[in-house]
Nanobody, 121 residues
Framework: QVQLVESGGGLVQPGESLRLSCAASGNIFMIYSMGWYRQVPEKQRELVANITSRGSADYADSVKGRFTISRDNAKNTVYLQMNSLKPEDTAVYYC???????????????WGQGTLVTVSA
């Protein structure tokens, strides 16, 4: 089982920046994709950004040009640099990893506990 520890959320004003981190530990042989999702009350969780093991990244249209996802494979850590934050970015942000526990295991999905990002004047 994987443990995902997120950090970096908080309260900021519009236009400011935050950097989220998520470190994975536990029974991990290899991590394939790593990503960030977000959720607001009464809405479905949505993909914000995703990065493959080779560093190929995808972004939601709403964050393109403002957010940057990156990862440190040696540390099993994924980051989300969020710039030019807007009130509509307010949400609980969850990290997500797609991993295997051995060369022959099936793939597993792990979720972080969530970190709250609030953008308000």
């Amino acid at each position: 089982q994987v443990q995902l520890v997120e950090s970096g959320g908080g309260l900021v004003q519009p236009g400011e920046s935050l950097r989220l981190s998520c470190a994975a530990s536990g029974n991990i042989f290899m991590i394939y994709s790593m990503g960030w999702y977000r959720q607001v009350p009464e809405k479905q969780r949505e993909l914000v950004a995703n990065i493959t093991s080779r560093g190929s990244a995808d972004y939601a249209d709403s964050v393109k040009g403002r957010f940057t996802i990156s990862r440190d494979n040696a540390k099993n850590t994924v980051y989300l640099q969020m710039n030019s934050l807007k009130p509509e970015d307010t949400a609980v942000y969850y990290c997500n990893v797609d991993y295997i526990t051995s060369p022959i295991s099936r793939q597993f999905i792990g979720w972080g506990q969530g970190t709250l990002v609030t953008v308000s004047a």
